[in-house]
């Protein structure tokens, strides 16, 4: 409701948007004027009332004349005036004159808000209260009105004819000018001027467009002219004289405010069905880690293997390099003497960068814990963005496409040890570019931003942005056999965007990819082997995972993949059907018939270079075999390339329940929610399972290695760091990366001029003979020969001294060393430790 006295309207009805829009119809319900003049204004005492005197001389002389204006208002749309700005309405007395006043400043987005509401013209202008473009001014802005082909006229001062008196100060004209490019490149295009005070509307129009804006501040401006143009309602931008006033009131920190209001604006506004969406993608992604997620410190992800310790340490190894502004793509705390080429490991430049705070201030378990989780929620709820732009507008629908894109058995899988695999949340918007580009719609502006994701992309995962890449070539080659003049029609636009993306993306990678292949601890590739698992097979591709809430077989799962955190395939048969089913059913969409071929292109290549005939034991060249050995693809593990389906599946998913929600019949829609929900049911995981963690020695976390580690040397752990037992990683970690060590889990070249690439290090004569120690429980007879070879491998790794911590075989492992080195260790925080000092804590 709206109330009156003494000229002033009050408010308190419009705080919310409901009333805002409800005020929107007002013309329909009070008299009809032609014009409604705003003013927002905030402590204008000074300014206000020479602009309101000069508003209604003019219009005075316009209505005596008889010219366009006869009946008028002018509404003063107050922002929470301190000063006697509110007074200089009241005592004019004019019933053309009102007041809308807010309790409290808000901004000049909400007091103009309020204004537009309130107002009953047929023709709404908006000027600043400093009335820096003359009143005279607004014949120019109804002249573009007049013949109905606009529904706004803007004052401007950048189109030829504008004429300026007296000019702002050139550090404001210079931030300006950069401003309105922004504006252009990101909100509103063809307006040079956005912000120039003098805008002239359709009132009814006004009225819709200034309900529905959301920002408070200076950026209401592009935010409206941004709903004429989304909306289809012509804008004409107009010249018009314009001097600068003084009193401005914006201050410094208004502009860093204006870039937020900016990306809110390019935001969309979310709905309720889209928060309900994420907020539950949150909670799958806590409680498919909820092993580890609240205490992530002490739990360890059982089936993570050593990785767990290796991306912790990657965190944490990042986060020292930043903050201590070495080069972030090496470090020699890790593989002693030669280093870790960290741009050849999956060290997620792109998180663990940014999050250096995180990890320095909450340790790299929380902040690996962090990515894992949120991550796996971001990608979801971009998947689900992607198919709600893309596919279908039903929110259920995306919904539980999204959710099997990112919650695929394969990517629980990934979830236990690989965040590079599942973090994936700037995979759907490459894929929205991309499409972009296929329009030939600012191909330009697309293909910059195309470059720049790709970019970032790179520095979360190499390996899954050539898998998406591959694709999405799978699925513009299926769309363009279905669509060929559609296809015909995209190339140019799509060959010229993706050379401008390359030519953005090249710059920011060459360095790292230059580093990455030819600098220090660089290798060619890495040979996986021909192990069960780097390709997967039918019965992998049709079994369910190990992690199935109600069907996992571990030992099946076990059996047909490489590992636990690599069961890259176990979507189920009960899924395949229905996606041939799905296929079936919708066979008469391109979309449809484009994904459907994209899942099974993709299956077929994870089957690898040699695919085996069912039921004997011929194999037969695979597609794979095209691919395999050449650059790029020779270190990829061939069954990931069956992530690519996840997507593609959810896709076809999310389009058949759409389909169905249309459907006529409800037993229609009951018997296909029905097929969906069985065949979905064996694929939701149960948590990852955890475990509680093994606490490093207080000989690391108290700092008492330090007695025993000199400047330039290293600790050595017995035995080494490996992939197969990499828990001195932790150690390292937990003694705040203080000491460098030998051997490790990482990938690095395997040395003596074979730059193939190896899992960890080529093992010396000294470290092989500890590691099989430890796994055999027997100690070998050391004599001179052995005692020397030792003391060369020691001086090699520069050891200060050799650290055994309680483990399987440590017995022996002791009895070993103390044969190496000649005497017996000294148990000191909760380890054996052998000083290799000639002299140092002698008698200690």
Known sequence: MTSKSNGTVSNSALENTGALEKTATRTAEADVLDLSVVVPAYNEERRLGPTLDALTRYLERAERAGDRWGTWEILVADDGSTDATREIVALRRDPRLRLVSAPARRGKGHALRLGVAASRGRRVLVTDADLAAPAEELERLEAALADGRAAAAIGSRAVPGATLGERQHRVRELVGTAGNALIRATSVRGIRDTQCGFKLFDGDRARAAFAASRVNGWAIDVEVLRHFQRSGWPVAEVPVHWSHRPGSKIRPPDYLRFLVDLARIRLPRPRPADMLAAFLFLAMAVALCSGRFFDPAHRYLTDSLQDQNQWEWFFAVTADNVSHLRNPFFTDLQGFPDGVNLMANTAMLGLSVPLTPVTLLLGPALALSLVMTLGLAATAAAWYRLIVKRLVRQRGAAFAGAALAAFAPPMVSHANAHPNFVVLFMIPPIIDRALRLTTGARVTRDAIALGLLAAYQFFLGEEPLLLAALGMLLFAAAYAAVRPQVARRAVGPVLRGLAIAAAVCLPLVVYPLAWQFSGPQSYTGIDHGDAVGTANSVR?????????????????????????????????????????????????????????????????????????????????????????????????????????????????????????????????????????????????????????????????????????????????????????????????????????????????????????????????????????????????????????????????????????????????????????????????????????????????
């Open 540 to 844: 992998a591709l049709l079994s369910f995972a190990e992690r199935s809430l109600i069907a996992g077989d571990a030992a099946r799962a076990d059996a047909l993949s490489l590992n636990p955190t690599e069961q890259n395939a176990f979507y189920g048969w009960p899924l395949a059907l229905l996606a041939l089913a799905i296929t079936v059913r919708l066979w008469r969409r391109p979309a449809v018939k484009a994904l459907a071929c994209t899942a099974a292109g993709a299956a077929v290549l994870s089957l690898g270079p040699r695919v085996p005939l069912p039921l004997t034991d011929t194999t037969v060249p695979g597609p794979w075999a095209l691919l395999d050995g050449l650059p790029l693809f020779e270190s990829v593990i061939e069954s990931r390339v069956a992530l690519v389906c996840a997507p593609a599946l959810g896709m076809l998913l999310a389009l058949a329940i759409g389909d169905l929600a249309r459907a006529r019949r409800l037993g229609t829609q009951y018997a296909g929610l029905l097929a969906v929900c069985l065949a979905l049911l064996p694929l939701v995981p149960a948590p990852l399972k955890s475990e509680p963690r093994t606490e490093a020695p207080a000989f690391f976390t108290d700092g008492t290695w330090k007695s025993y580690v000199r400047a330039g040397e290293t600790l050595v752990p017995v035995p080494l760091a490996e992939p197969e037992d990499a828990e001195a990683l932790h150690w390292q970690t937990a003694a705040g990366l203080g000491f460098r060590m030998p051997g490790g889990y990482f990938n690095g070249p395997y040395g003596d001029g074979d730059r193939t690439g190896v899992y960890g290090v080529p093992l010396r004569w000294t470290a092989s003979l500890l590691r099989d120690v430890r796994y055999t429980g027997v100690v070998p007879v050391i004599d001179a020969r052995a005692r020397a070879e030792a003391r060369q491998d020691l001086a090699y790794w520069r050891a200060g001294a050799l650290v055994l911590a309680p483990q399987k075989n440590d017995d022996r492992l002791r009895e070993t060393v103390r044969k190496l080195v000649g005497r017996p260790g000294r148990q000191v925080g909760g380890v054996w430790v052998w000083d290799l000092h000639a002299t140092a804590h002698e008698g200690r």
